[in-house]
Nanobody, 116 residues
Framework: EVQLVESGGGLVQPGGSLRLSCAASGFTFTNYPMSWVRQAPGKGLEWVSDINIGGGSTRYQDSVKGRFTISRDNAKKTLYLQMNSLKPEDTAVYYC?????????RGQGTQVTVSS
């Protein structure tokens, strides 16, 4: 059974940082690029970032470039998202998803709330 389990969310003040993790199991992690997507209250799913299989190629949505860093540890089958300089508009449920462009296979999400 494919499982993606996110953790690391929480409440943080504007300008703060969080590091999200996503533990993968039930499939060969090194066969897939991986993505982070998010869903803000009342809005649809939004792509945030993705990373290739080896970790050497990454892409970011313009609004998070320079603030977020995606990475992966293939030995640990874990995906990460380091989020710095957080803004209130980053408030959302964050999901890791297997693959790129299609986010059907994703975890249960972790809530990130940026508020003073």
């Amino acid at each position: 059974e494919v499982q993606l389990v996110e953790s690391g969310g929480g409440l943080v003040q504007p300008g703060g940082s969080l590091r999200l993790s996503c533990a993968a199991s039930g499939f060969t992690f090194t066969n897939y690029p991986m993505s982070w997507v998010r869903q803000a209250p009342g809005k649809g799913l939004e792509w945030v970032s993705d990373i290739n299989i080896g970790g050497g190629s990454t892409r970011y949505q313009d609004s998070v470039k320079g603030r977020f860093t995606i990475s992966r540890d293939n030995a640990k089958k874990t995906l990460y998202l380091q989020m710095n300089s957080l803004k209130p508009e980053d408030t959302a449920v964050y999901y890791c998803a297997r693959g790129r462009f299609s986010y059907t296979i994703r975890g249960q999400g972790t809530q990130v709330t940026v508020s003073s």
